[in-house]
């Protein structure tokens, strides 16, 4: 079993698993190193960099860890919202021939 999982279901993908908790302590440190190391890259310090550069490897594992999980709610919602808008379109031809 891998560590992070790559294929969902609609139903698995709207549920809470270690991938959001992944994400969402990836997310805290990527955002306080990017923060921190564009300042001090600002001050032109080594470390700014060496940090700002930490946070842009670690928020392109977040990216990583929960775009396959996000894409498969937006599609699932995609297909939802194209039903119910068929189904309006039904509905208002339906009325307006009343």
């Known amino acids: 079993m891998p560590l992070i999982r790559r294929k969902w279901t609609a139903h698995d993908a709207d549920e809470w698993s270690k991938e959001d908790w992944i994400a969402i302590i ?18 032109l310090l080594t470390t700014g960099f060496i940090i700002l550069g930490f946070g842009i490897i670690i928020t392109i594992l977040m990216y990583l860890v929960i775009d396959p999980k996000l894409k498969t709610i ?5 297909k939802k919202q194209k039903d119910y808008l068929h189904k309006l379109d039904e509905i208002q031809k339906w009325e307006a021939t009343k």
């Open 26 to 43: 990836l997310s805290a440190i990527s955002y306080l190193t990017l923060t921190v190391g564009s300042v001090l890259s600002m001050l």
């Open 74 to 78: 937006s599609a699932e919602y995609e």
